[in-house]
Structures are given as structure tokens and as C-alpha cells.
């Protein structure tokens, strides 16, 4: 530990937290507008994930990474296991199965999936670089397991993420860009492939998602809906509880995967650009942790992360707004849900763990820095 | 720093779209929003009210409960309309209709299932109508004609606005008016519909209503129409079938108008059975038909006063002379038989009217020719339309009159020219047509636009000129076929109430069937092809009032049929305004 600086002194990274607690203020502002006239429980419950989350994200900040490393490979096959009993115990919601009831609370098991798959990608290649296929093929295969179940449930989603977190971290991994060239050339003949193996419904959606307005009343309807309700707020809103796309019920889940148009009626581009301005902030803040990260390690699960929310930010915004097709994936810290909302708190505490052992080599923990 | 770089970029993306979104797209995206959540209800206007010319009611709006559904809020189709039926006692027949028209409907508006629910019928079906969405009871009104028996033809009915009226800017399940006075004062009756904005929320349930402009009720219609003498036309023609039209001389104002046999105008309300429907198209005795307007028989006798007046306007010597009626006049190989056999001997034209003498007018259209008669005719109103309000009148028939049509432009035969002098051959002529001829020689010639609306300053279409005395000779001629012993209308009408000037017409329908020695076949007629009656004439004789056609389809003889149910009429208006005409008047003359 030589490389400690003498008046370096630990403490927490309070700028990340301040940034999660705002966002954390922004989505149970607009949960409520989403659920104040029917559900006021989940409004309630959502404040009991926030409390759950941030003790996770606390047990996570008083974890060592060292430690962290040797909990990744149990993490995935638990994981693993609650993935496989869905089918076989979870509860079935609009068709899909991806529930596991524990008691009272009601697990996603395939949130958890994405982020042990996550961190078991962040630890193979922190000792590897991802430019032979030997180093390749182990956490590919690792990804193909839970894909085929989460394909299963099915959860088209989740899939799509696991996909483009494992393609984003091998690529930050060390992956040849010519390689990656030819993957993307090649992926017609991948898309082809999914196409013929994905249900009736999922192609339906993909169809829906290329032309919106052929079936305005079936398919189509989310997403024109959610198109009006984003589009309608303008650059200043409708005013805090005053949308008329979600308070008249016309906007779908609206509180879950489409909490974003709730927000973007009532708060207009204003409320979007400040939500938006405030991931851009976390996920660069996760990246100048990764920047100063102490080890490999730190560093790839730093950038994990961050190309996590950056993905989920991504897709879910892009989907309320028909940019991509409905594929089911929250909002981080925003939309409804336990599951997601503890284990992205959990993401960020590890983040802040990272922060925490870089042990003063972040420039702006230094004294007098202005963002001390 | 590339991947930092590729997320920042996915991020400005999204960013992009938002601003593409809610900054470029705006103002249409939020017209959208706004069509989402407000919908346009109409409020549909009472219709106003028809009365007579006394202010009696002939049609007027009965409170009710309509019960309609509107298809895409209901949960259970089968198992609603299950429950609605066995509510309202649906037969299948009725179901299976409903559902269909259901079906074939608009899912976003509300369809009329049922009209004229008394409160007892509705009470359960409203009671329980949370349990079923989509299911809509409404106070509304209904149409009901107190007279629908006499006046059927007359006032119309109504019925369901089809495509056509939609078009129109007609509300779905607003009733429009078909025929009738309904129809023809549509504009006037129907009423402006009001709108109600709703704010309704995704399952198109009303959440509040956020402006309403109210419907304004239809403007009443007063009629000239008495509904006295209606009552008393249609109690004198009974269960015959024929038509009766009563005018006011001096104002052309449509006193009575009815046709029979009519049909019930208060079915056509909730939507008539089509069964019901078809069979009265079927029906030979015609009900849908107003015989006094939308058909021409041949005027028979009654035409003689037209060829009279046409013989005094173009000089034909024979109205200043006499001839003689040996009960029939020969054209080359034909016998033109007189209605009397023994014939009349030598006459004149006053009692060539008084006893209907068919040799004298056969020789008087003879002497006129096709062109003369037919230029009279089209004068005092014949072949043309009297200007009434209702739909579908039709013209009847004038030889010679069109000189544009190649058929008329030909020589006419001789037996074609007397046969119309008479009032039959190819002449036709409506009721009302008749009953405004009656009119005119009553008011000196004044030929009216006749109308249904009171107190309507007259419209006189054009005055008929008449040289020196012919009209008083005319109606001196019509006064005896009353008062006269050898008069046709004599025995029916003498005793009329107030006095009556007329003339009889009996149409041959078929020629009669004759033995070889040209006797009558006698023996039971059949009902087809009995003659029809005619009886024209006004009243009182002196200053007359009113005027009338009363027409009887294969009723038989004129003066014994047609003219006791004008006696009956005209002794209704002599009832009716008794103060004006003390009741020993009637035989002044």
C-alpha cells in the first residue's frame, strides 16, 4: 500500500450518492404522479426498495473488492438456480413468467442474472484480455445458459441487455476492433437466427416497433401512446399531475417500463433534459472513477456499470419513444420495481467501493479540490 | 475513452428524440392528446310539435327510455344481450337482429336497441346496469300521433337516420322524417343538435364534461289541415278504399287531405318489422300509397267541366246550341255509348252538366279538338303539381298537353279526343287536383298554390281569365246537380247542410261487357273492376268556403258513392261553424 497518499482519508464518494439520491427524488415524483390516483401502495413500496436499496448499496460500499471476487462465482450460480426454479414456481404475469415469490417479496431472478453475468465478465477478463478465443469462449458460453432460459420465460429483454453488456464489456476488455468489424458485418445472419427462433408476440412487437401505425389499436397502441403523451408535454409540460395521456389511463404500464412518457407529459423537455443531464452525470462520474480505479478489476467494473445504466437508460427511453422496439426494460432508478432498483443500488455501491479503495489517487478527493 | 465516447453518444441520441418529440412535434402530438381524451357528444333536439290549424295536436313527443349499447365497452356481448333479453322479452328473431345490427355498427358509438321503454321495463335493466358496461339508458322522447288512423298519410312517420342521412350531418339514431309532413318540414321540425365535450379516459369512460352547448328544440309546424273534417273524411269513407282533399277556396289551404286504406304510423317509431313492412308493400289495396296526390285516376265526369269552360273560352258552337243524346253517338263502325241508354234528348249545356250527358260532351270535345281541351286543362291546373309541400306528387296526365313529347305531337284520332272530352281515355288526374279545379271555379278563377301551412297569405299562381258569364253558368249548372230532381248528386247531397255546388264522375275502369244485342251482362261485379266514383264541388253555394274532391276507387257510382261522404264533410264544416251559417241557410238558392 505504498501508493496511499499521505493525507489521503477514506470516505464515501457523496457526489455519486448525491446524484442517486436525486434521481432517487425525481422517480418517486413521477411514480406518484403515475400511481397516485389507483395504487398509493406501490408508491409506498417503492420507498421501501429505496430503503432496502440503499442498505444494500451501504453492505456493498463496506465491501472489499477482494472479497467481492471471491462471492462472483457463487453469485452466478445462485442466480443461476432462482432462474431455473422460475419455470418451475414463478408466477405468471401478462403471459410471461419471471416471477419468484419468496415470502412477500416477488424476485426477478433475471435482473439478478445480468448483473452476476456482469460481474463474472468484469472478473475473467480483469486477468485476461479479450483478444483470443480461448479467453472468449468461457464467458460466452456462461452468457448462452441464462440467455436460453431468459429466452424461455420469455423475456426478450433481458436478453437483449445481457447481449449488449457482454458485447460492450468484451469490447472494453481488450476486444481487436478488426474482430469486431466482422461481427458486425456478420450480424445479419445473427439477427436471421433470432428472428426465426423468437414467439409470435416478440416478432409481432419488432414488426410494430418498424411501422407503429398499421395497428394503432393492437400492438401498435403502447407505443403511439407513449409517442403522444412524451411529444404532447412540449418543452414545458403539462404541469405536475396534470398529464392527461397518464392520468386518463391512455399511456400502458405506466408506472413501470413507461414511467418515462409520465415524466416527459407532465414535465415537458425541461424534466427530460434534467433527468437525462443527471444520468449523463452519474455515468460520467462512474467513468472518471474508473479512470482513477486502482486495479483492472475496479476499472471493468466501473466501466460494467456504467455501460449497464447507459444500456438500460438507452433502451428504455428509446422505447417509449419508438426509437427501439418494446423490449420491457426499466428505467434505472425510475421505474417501479424492486428487484432492479436493489440491484442497480448495489451496482452503484460497488462503484462507490472502487472509489473508496483507489485510495486518493481521484484528483478530486484531494484537499481543496472544489469537488471535495 | 472510445467506450465513454459510445455512451455518451447512445445517451445524445435519446436526447435527440426527446427534443425532436417535444420540441418539433409538439403542437401535433398535443392535438392528439387532446383528441384522446375529448369526445364529442351530440345532444340530440326534441322534434316540434305538428297541429292543426286549431292548435290540436297531431304529432307530439311522448317521454320515454331508450336503451342503447355501445359496442367496444362491452365486456360480454353474448351474455349482455343474453340478460337485456331476457329483460325485454326478445324473441330469437329479435335477438339475432340486434346482435347483427351490432355487428355492422361503429364500436365507438352507441347503438339504439330499444325505444319507448315504459319506466317499469327500464327500472331493472338501469338498476343493474353497472354489472354491465357498455349498456346506456337514457330519458328520451318518442313520436305519437293521436289521429295516426286519419292522418297517416298526411302527417308521415319517421325513422332510424340511414347512411344517406349520416352524410347530412344527422346524428346516428336520430330519427329523420320519410314522408309525409314529417318529411317535408324536416328542416323546420327536426330541431339543431347540441354537443356535450367530454373528457373521457382510455376505456372511454366519461371522466367529466367539459363544455356543452344544449340542443335546441324543432319549431312547431301548424297545419292547415282541420282535423275535424279529417276525422269526419275518414269516418264517412269507412273501410273504403279512395282519397279525400278539402281546400279553402279563397286562401288555397289544405283543409283535409286523407288516403285510405292507411296504415299505423305509431309502429314506424322503435323501427317497423320488416315482416310488417313487406307485407304492406304486398298488399294490393296499396296503404303506403296517398291516393289524394301520389296517384291519378281518370277524372270521369268531372272533366266535363273542363271541356264546358273550354268549349265557352274557344267559341265551339255547341254551347250556345243544343244536340241530341240518343244514348250514344256513332263513329264510324264504333258506338260511343251515354251513361243513359234511353238517352237525354235534345240538351243544353246547363243540363249536359246537371244529368252528365256523355253525347253532348262528346260532341263538344269534337268541335274543341285535342289542342283546346288540353290548353284548358293545363290552365285550371290539370297535368301540373298543385304546389303542396308533401313528396312525390305526382302530375297526372294531359293528352296534347306536351308538346315537346313526340307521342303528343300527333293527329289525334276522333274517338281519342271525345273519350278525353269525357274524362277518360289517357286522362288522369289526382284528388287534390280536383278538389283546386273545384277551388278555382269557386273563387273566380283564382288558380291557388296550394299549401299545408296556415295562415299563409294565398299564393296565387295565375288568374284564369273567363269571358262574361261562363263561370256563373258553370256554377249554376253545378248548383242544380244538387238541387236539381234530375241532377247526379241530387240524392246524396240535397240535403247537405249548407248548399252545395258539385259534379259526379263515375270512371269506367273496364269496358262494360255487353250481349249481342248490346244489353249489359249483369251479374256480381268484381271489386277490381267496379268503377271508381268521383264528387267535386265547394260550398257553401253563395260565398263559398271550402271545396272538395272526394275520390273512391272502384267504389261504383259517383253520386251514390263519392257524394255522401262529401255530404258527410261538408255537413262537418256547416257543424263546425255553425254560428257562421245558421243550418236553414243550406237551401237558399
Given at each position: 500500500?505504498?501508493?496511499?497518499?499521505?493525507?489521503?482519508?477514506?470516505?464515501?464518494?457523496?457526489?455519486?450518492?448525491?446524484?442517486?439520491?436525486?434521481?432517487?427524488?425525481?422517480?418517486?415524483?413521477t411514480?406518484?404522479?403515475?400511481?397516485h390516483?389507483?395504487?398509493?401502495?406501490?408508491?409506498?413500496?417503492?420507498?421501501?426498495?429505496?430503503?432496502?436499496g440503499l442498505?444494500?448499496?451501504?453492505?456493498?460500499?463496506?465491501?472489499?473488492?477482494?472479497?467481492?471476487?471471491?462471492?462472483?462465482?457463487?453469485?452466478?450460480?445462485?442466480?443461476?438456480?432462482?432462474?431455473?426454479?422460475?419455470?418451475?414456481?414463478?408466477?405468471?404475469?401478462?403471459?410471461?413468467?419471471?416471477?419468484?415469490?419468496?415470502?412477500?417479496?416477488?424476485?426477478?431472478?433475471?435482473?439478478?442474472?445480468?448483473?452476476?453475468?456482469?460481474?463474472?465478465?468484469?472478473?475473467?477478463?480483469?486477468?485476461?484480455?479479450?483478444?483470443?478465443?480461448?479467453?472468449?469462449?468461457?464467458?460466452?458460453?456462461?452468457?448462452?445458459?441464462?440467455?436460453?432460459?431468459?429466452?424461455?420465460?420469455?423475456?426478450?429483454?433481458?436478453?437483449?441487455?445481457?447481449?449488449?453488456?457482454?458485447?460492450?464489456?468484451?469490447?472494453?476488455?481488450?476486444?481487436?476492433?478488426?474482430?469486431?468489424?466482422?461481427?458486425?458485418?456478420?450480424?445479419?445472419?445473427?439477427?436471421?437466427?433470432?428472428?426465426?427462433?423468437?414467439?409470435?408476440?416478440?416478432?409481432?412487437?419488432?414488426?410494430?416497433?418498424?411501422n407503429?401505425?398499421?395497428?394503432?389499436?393492437?400492438?401498435?397502441?403502447?407505443?403511439?401512446?407513449?409517442?403522444?403523451?412524451?411529444?404532447?408535454?412540449?418543452?414545458?409540460?403539462?404541469?405536475?399531475?396534470h398529464?392527461?395521456?397518464?392520468?386518463?389511463?391512455?399511456?400502458?404500464?405506466?408506472?413501470?417500463?413507461?414511467?418515462?412518457?409520465?415524466?416527459?407529459?407532465?414535465?415537458?423537455?425541461?424534466?427530460?433534459?434534467?433527468?437525462?443531464?443527471?444520468?449523463?452525470?452519474?455515468?460520467?462520474?462512474?467513468?472518471?472513477?474508473?479512470?482513477?480505479?486502482?486495479?483492472?478489476?475496479?476499472?471493468?467494473?466501473?466501466?460494467?456499470?456504467?455501460?449497464?445504466?447507459?444500456?438500460?437508460?438507452?433502451?428504455?427511453?428509446?422505447?417509449?419513444?419508438?426509437?427501439?422496439?418494446?423490449?420491457?426494460?426499466?428505467?434505472?432508478?425510475?421505474?417501479?420495481?424492486?428487484?432492479?432498483?436493489?440491484?442497480?443500488?448495489?451496482?452503484?455501491?460497488?462503484?462507490?467501493?472502487?472509489?473508496?479503495?483507489?485510495?486518493?489517487?481521484?484528483?478530486?478527493?484531494?484537499?481543496?479540490?472544489?469537488?471535495? | 475513452?472510445?467506450?465513454?465516447?459510445?455512451?455518451?453518444?447512445?445517451?445524445?441520441?435519446?436526447?435527440?428524440?426527446?427534443?425532436?418529440?417535444?420540441?418539433?412535434?409538439?403542437e401535433?402530438?398535443?392535438?392528439?392528446?387532446?383528441?384522446?381524451r375529448?369526445?364529442?357528444?351530440p345532444?340530440?333536439?326534441?322534434?316540434?310539435?305538428?297541429?292543426?290549424?286549431?292548435?290540436?295536436?297531431?304529432?307530439?313527443?311522448?317521454?320515454?327510455?331508450?336503451?342503447?349499447?355501445?359496442?367496444?365497452?362491452?365486456?360480454?356481448?353474448?351474455?349482455?344481450?343474453?340478460?337485456?333479453?331476457?329483460?325485454?322479452?326478445?324473441?330469437?328473431?329479435?335477438?339475432?337482429?340486434?346482435?347483427?345490427?351490432?355487428?355492422?355498427?361503429r364500436?365507438?358509438?352507441?347503438?339504439?336497441?330499444?325505444?319507448?321503454?315504459?319506466?317499469?321495463?327500464?327500472?331493472?335493466?338501469?338498476?343493474?346496469?353497472?354489472?354491465?358496461?357498455?349498456?346506456?339508458?337514457?330519458?328520451?322522447?318518442?313520436?305519437?300521433?293521436?289521429f295516426?288512423?286519419?292522418?297517416?298519410?298526411?302527417?308521415?312517420?319517421?325513422?332510424?337516420?340511414?347512411?344517406?342521412?349520416?352524410?347530412?350531418?344527422?346524428?346516428?339514431?336520430?330519427?329523420?322524417?320519410?314522408?309525409?309532413?314529417?318529411?317535408?318540414?324536416?328542416?323546420?321540425?327536426?330541431?339543431?343538435?347540441?354537443?356535450?365535450?367530454?373528457?373521457?379516459?382510455?376505456?372511454?369512460?366519461?371522466?367529466?364534461i367539459?363544455?356543452?352547448?344544449?340542443?335546441?328544440?324543432?319549431?312547431?309546424?301548424?297545419?292547415?289541415?282541420?282535423?275535424?273534417?279529417?276525422?269526419?273524411?275518414?269516418?264517412?269513407l269507412?273501410?273504403?278504399?279512395?282519397?279525400?282533399?278539402v281546400?279553402?277556396?279563397?286562401?288555397?289551404?289544405?283543409?283535409?287531405?286523407?288516403?285510405?286504406?292507411?296504415?299505423?304510423?305509431?309502429?314506424?317509431?322503435?323501427?317497423?318489422?320488416?315482416?310488417?313492412?313487406?307485407?304492406?308493400?304486398?298488399?294490393?289495396?296499396?296503404?303506403?300509397?296517398?291516393?289524394?296526390?301520389?296517384?291519378?285516376?281518370?277524372?270521369?265526369?268531372?272533366?266535363?267541366?273542363?271541356t264546358?269552360?273550354?268549349?265557352?273560352?274557344?267559341?265551339?258552337?255547341l254551347?250556345?246550341s243544343?244536340?241530341?243524346?240518343?244514348?250514344?253517338?256513332?263513329?264510324?263502325?264504333?258506338?260511343?255509348?251515354?251513361?243513359?241508354?234511353?238517352?237525354?234528348?235534345?240538351?243544353?249545356?246547363?243540363?249536359?252538366?246537371?244529368?252528365?250527358?256523355?253525347?253532348f260532351?262528346?260532341?263538344?270535345?269534337?268541335?274543341?279538338?285535342?289542342?283546346?281541351?288540353?290548353?284548358?286543362?293545363?290552365?285550371?291546373?290539370?297535368?301540373?303539381?298543385?304546389?303542396?309541400?308533401?313528396?312525390?306528387?305526382?302530375k297526372?296526365?294531359?293528352?296534347?298537353?306536351?308538346?315537346?313529347?313526340?307521342?303528343?305531337?300527333?293527329?289525334?284520332?276522333?274517338?281519342?279526343?271525345?273519350?278525353?272530352?269525357?274524362?277518360?281515355?289517357?286522362?288522369?288526374?289526382?284528388?287534390?287536383?280536383?278538389?283546386?279545379?273545384?277551388?278555382?271555379?269557386?273563387?273566380?278563377?283564382?288558380?291557388?298554390?296550394?299549401?299545408?301551412?296556415?295562415?299563409?297569405?294565398p299564393?296565387?299562381?295565375?288568374?284564369?281569365?273567363?269571358?262574361?258569364?261562363?263561370?256563373?253558368?258553370?256554377?249554376?249548372?253545378?248548383?242544380?246537380?244538387?238541387?236539381?230532381?234530375?241532377?247526379?248528386?241530387?240524392?246524396?247531397?240535397?240535403?247537405?247542410?249548407?248548399?252545395?255546388?258539385?259534379?259526379?264522375?263515375?270512371?269506367q275502369?273496364?269496358?262494360?261487357?255487353?250481349?249481342?244485342?248490346?244489353?249489359?251482362?249483369?251479374?256480381?261485379?268484381?271489386?277490381?273492376?267496379?268503377?271508381?266514383?268521383?264528387?267535386?264541388?265547394?260550398?257553401?253555394?253563395q260565398?263559398?268556403?271550402?271545396a272538395?274532391?272526394?275520390?273512391?276507387?272502384?267504389?261504383?257510382?259517383?253520386?251514390?258513392?263519392?257524394?255522401?261522404?262529401?255530404?258527410?264533410?261538408?255537413?262537418?264544416?256547416?257543424?263546425?261553424?255553425?254560428?257562421?251559417?245558421?243550418?236553414?241557410?243550406?237551401?237558399?238558392?
Amino acid at each position: 500500500m505504498s501508493d496511499i497518499q499521505p493525507w489521503y482519508r477514506p470516505r464515501p464518494d457523496l457526489l455519486l450518492l448525491l446524484l442517486v439520491l436525486l434521481l432517487a427524488v425525481v422517480g418517486m415524483l413521477t411514480l406518484y404522479s403515475a400511481v397516485h390516483q389507483g395504487n398509493h401502495v406501490l408508491w409506498w413500496r417503492q420507498m421501501q426498495f429505496w430503503g432496502l436499496g440503499l442498505l444494500v448499496l451501504m453492505g456493498c460500499t463496506l465491501l472489499p473488492l477482494r472479497l467481492l471476487g471471491l462471492l462472483i462465482w457463487p453469485l452466478f450460480v445462485v442466480s443461476l438456480v432462482l432462474l431455473v426454479l422460475v419455470p418451475l414456481l414463478g408466477d405468471v404475469q401478462m403471459g410471461a413468467r419471471r416471477w419468484l415469490t419468496l415470502g412477500s417479496f416477488r424476485l426477478q431472478p433475471s435482473e439478478l442474472v445480468k448483473w452476476s453475468l456482469m460481474l463474472l465478465f468484469v472478473h475473467w477478463f480483469a486477468s485476461r484480455s479479450a483478444n483470443h478465443w480461448r479467453t472468449l469462449l468461457p464467458p460466452l458460453l456462461a452468457c448462452l445458459i441464462p440467455i436460453v432460459f431468459i429466452v424461455k420465460q420469455p423475456d426478450l429483454g433481458t436478453a437483449l441487455i445481457i447481449l449488449m453488456e457482454a458485447t460492450a464489456l468484451v469490447i472494453m476488455a481488450g476486444f481487436p476492433w478488426s474482430w469486431l468489424l466482422a461481427m458486425v458485418l456478420s450480424s445479419p445472419l445473427f439477427l436471421a437466427l433470432m428472428w426465426h427462433f423468437m414467439h409470435d408476440y416478440q416478432k409481432r412487437r419488432v414488426r410494430t416497433f418498424l411501422n407503429p401505425q398499421a395497428d394503432p389499436l393492437g400492438a401498435g397502441y403502447h407505443v403511439i401512446q407513449s409517442i403522444i403523451a412524451i411529444g404532447s408535454g412540449g418543452i414545458l409540460g403539462k404541469g405536475f399531475l396534470h398529464g392527461t395521456q397518464a392520468r386518463l389511463h391512455f399511456l400502458p404500464e405506466q408506472h413501470t417500463d413507461f414511467i418515462f412518457s409520465v415524466l416527459a407529459e407532465e414535465g415537458g423537455l425541461l424534466a427530460t433534459a434534467l433527468l437525462l443531464l443527471l444520468f449523463i452525470l452519474l455515468i460520467g462520474r462512474i467513468l472518471m472513477i474508473a479512470a482513477v480505479a486502482h486495479t483492472r478489476f475496479g476499472a471493468l467494473l466501473c466501466l460494467g456499470v456504467a455501460s449497464m445504466f447507459t444500456i438500460y437508460t438507452f433502451v428504455n427511453i428509446g422505447m417509449v419513444s419508438g426509437l427501439l422496439p418494446v423490449v420491457g426494460v426499466p428505467l434505472p432508478f425510475i421505474s417501479y420495481g424492486g428487484s432492479a432498483l436493489t440491484t442497480m443500488l448495489a451496482a452503484t455501491g460497488l462503484v462507490m467501493r472502487v472509489a473508496f479503495e483507489s485510495r486518493g489517487n481521484i484528483p478530486w478527493q484531494r484537499p481543496g479540490s472544489p469537488l471535495a | 475513452m472510445v467506450a465513454s465516447g459510445i455512451m455518451l453518444l447512445l445517451l445524445l441520441v435519446v436526447t435527440g428524440r426527446l427534443v425532436q418529440l417535444q420540441w418539433k412535434q409538439h403542437e401535433g402530438l398535443f392535438l392528439q392528446a387532446e383528441e384522446n381524451r375529448m369526445e364529442m357528444v351530440p345532444e340530440l333536439p326534441l322534434r316540434g310539435e305538428i297541429l292543426d290549424r286549431h292548435g290540436v295536436v297531431l304529432a307530439q313527443n311522448r317521454v320515454s327510455y331508450r336503451l342503447s349499447l355501445i359496442p367496444e365497452r362491452v365486456e360480454h356481448l353474448s351474455a349482455t344481450l343474453d340478460f337485456l333479453g331476457a329483460q325485454l322479452a326478445w324473441s330469437t328473431r329479435q335477438r339475432q337482429l340486434i346482435a347483427r345490427r351490432i355487428r355492422h355498427h361503429r364500436p365507438d358509438r352507441p347503438v339504439l336497441l330499444q325505444d319507448k321503454l315504459i319506466w317499469s321495463r327500464a327500472a331493472p335493466i338501469a338498476s343493474r346496469q353497472y354489472h354491465w358496461p357498455g349498456i346506456e339508458i337514457e330519458a328520451s322522447s318518442y313520436r305519437y300521433y293521436p289521429f295516426s288512423k286519419q292522418t297517416s298519410h298526411l302527417i308521415g312517420y319517421l325513422a332510424l337516420a340511414n347512411r344517406h342521412d349520416l352524410h347530412q350531418g344527422v346524428h346516428s339514431g336520430e330519427l329523420v322524417g320519410r314522408s309525409g309532413v314529417e318529411r317535408a318540414f324536416e328542416r323546420q321540425l327536426h330541431g339543431t343538435a347540441g354537443y356535450r365535450q367530454e373528457e373521457v379516459d382510455a376505456r372511454g369512460r366519461r371522466v367529466r364534461i367539459l363544455s356543452r352547448e344544449p340542443s335546441q328544440v324543432g319549431k312547431p309546424v301548424r297545419l292547415s289541415i282541420d282535423i275535424v273534417l279529417q276525422q269526419a273524411a275518414s269516418a264517412a269513407l269507412g273501410s273504403r278504399t279512395g282519397a279525400v282533399a278539402v281546400l279553402d277556396v279563397h286562401s288555397g289551404e289544405v283543409l283535409a287531405l286523407l288516403s285510405k286504406p292507411g296504415y299505423n304510423t305509431n309502429l314506424f317509431i322503435t323501427g317497423l318489422e320488416q315482416a310488417r313492412w313487406n307485407q304492406w308493400l304486398a298488399d294490393p289495396s296499396k296503404p303506403l300509397l296517398n291516393r289524394a296526390i301520389q296517384a291519378a285516376y281518370p277524372p270521369a265526369s268531372t272533366m266535363k267541366l273542363i271541356t264546358a269552360l273550354a268549349g265557352f273560352r274557344f267559341h265551339a258552337p255547341l254551347v250556345h246550341s243544343t244536340t241530341v243524346c240518343k244514348g250514344f253517338l256513332t263513329l264510324a263502325d264504333r258506338k260511343l255509348r251515354c251513361w243513359k241508354h234511353r238517352g237525354h234528348g235534345r240538351i243544353g249545356i246547363t243540363r249536359a252538366i246537371i244529368e252528365s250527358c256523355d253525347v253532348f260532351f262528346y260532341r263538344l270535345g269534337d268541335q274543341l279538338g285535342m289542342a283546346h281541351l288540353s290548353v284548358t286543362a293545363r290552365d285550371w291546373g290539370l297535368g301540373e303539381r298543385t304546389g303542396i309541400e308533401l313528396f312525390g306528387e305526382v302530375k297526372g296526365h294531359i293528352p296534347g298537353a306536351n308538346p315537346h313529347h313526340i307521342r303528343e305531337q300527333r293527329r289525334w284520332y276522333r274517338g281519342e279526343i271525345m273519350i278525353s272530352a269525357i274524362g277518360q281515355g289517357s286522362v288522369t288526374t289526382t284528388p287534390l287536383q280536383m278538389a283546386r279545379v273545384a277551388a278555382t271555379i269557386a273563387n273566380g278563377g283564382k288558380l291557388l298554390r296550394l299549401t299545408l301551412l296556415a295562415n299563409q297569405p294565398p299564393q296565387i299562381e295565375r288568374q284564369i281569365v273567363v269571358q262574361g258569364d261562363t263561370l256563373q253558368t258553370i256554377r249554376q249548372a253545378m248548383r242544380h246537380v244538387v238541387s236539381s230532381w234530375s241532377g247526379t248528386g241530387h240524392r246524396a247531397l240535397s240535403q247537405a247542410k249548407l248548399a252545395t255546388a258539385g259534379k259526379t264522375g263515375t270512371a269506367q275502369v273496364v269496358r262494360t261487357k255487353r250481349d249481342a244485342h248490346g244489353n249489359k251482362i249483369k251479374g256480381r261485379v268484381m271489386q277490381r273492376d267496379r268503377d271508381h266514383a268521383w264528387f267535386m264541388g265547394y260550398a257553401p253555394f253563395q260565398h263559398p268556403e271550402i271545396a272538395l274532391a272526394v275520390f273512391v276507387e272502384h267504389g261504383g257510382h259517383g253520386g251514390k258513392v263519392a257524394g255522401p261522404i262529401a255530404r258527410a264533410i261538408i255537413d262537418a264544416y256547416a257543424m263546425e261553424h255553425a254560428a257562421k251559417h245558421p243550418i236553414n241557410s243550406a237551401h237558399d238558392s
